[in-house]
Every structure is written in C-alpha cells, then in structure tokens.
C-alpha cells in the first residue's frame, strides 16, 4: 500500500512510522551533503588532511 493509494488510512501507527522514517533519512541525507560538499570544497583548495601520525 502506498500513501497515494485511496484505501490508505491516516492513522497513528502510520504517522509515527512515517514521521520517524522520514527524520532519520533527513538526518542522513544532510550529513551525507555536508560530508560532499566538504570533501568537495576541501579538493578544490588543494588541502590535503593530515593523519596524526606518531
């Protein structure tokens, strides 16, 4: 069943588990852009990231 379906019901159970669903993907796709866009903007400066070796 999809949320488009007309014999889709808006009920409880269906309004957490898609408020919940959609939270953790929002929360991943804006780490997952800034991750990007760092990496991104970092490569364009020519900075190199440098691990701390002992």
Avoid: N
């Amino acid at each position: 069943m999809f949320p488009f379906s007309f014999e889709w019901v808006w009920d409880l159970g269906h309004l957490v588990f898609h408020g919940a669903l959609w939270y953790a993907l929002s929360i991943l796709g804006i780490g997952l852009t800034y991750c990007i866009l760092k990496a991104a903007w970092q490569a364009s400066r020519g900075e190199e990231h440098e691990h701390g070796h002992h």
